[in-house]
């Protein structure tokens, strides 16, 4: 799949500001710089520990702080997938 044809794809990086998807690297150095591992290793935990309870819901503690990580993850996804399709077509152009 190139660039192009994702436009029109479910796959649409839709988390994704313009200048993210002209740069998903720096989605990459945002995350990194915004969110440690033992921190996100946290978050994940508490996040899992409301689901399994079915609390997730916004009067818990800490909903904020992980609805923003949740949001932030997706764009990192988001972000990996445009970066392997940009490698897909370099690797596509050498052939």
Known sequence: ???????KSPYY??????????????VLQ????????QHCR???KRWQALVELNK???QEPGYA????FI??????????FIL???FDEINEMKV
Do not use: C
């Not at 799949?1 to 436009?7: A, P, Q, T």
């Not at 949001?71 to 990996?80: Q, S």
């Open 71 to 80: 949001n932030d993850l997706e764009k990192l996804i988001e972000a990996v």
């Open 1 to 7: 799949m190139n660039s192009i044809s994702l436009l």
């Open 84 to 86: 392997r399709l940009q």
């Open 65 to 68: 702080e992980i609805r923003h």
């Open 13 to 26: 990086p839709y988390h994704l500001t313009w200048e993210e998807l002209n740069n998903p690297g720096v």
């Open 30 to 37: 945002n995350f990194l710089n915004k969110w440690d591992l």
């Open 56 to 58: 997730f819901e916004e």
């Open 42 to 44: 946290v978050l994940l």
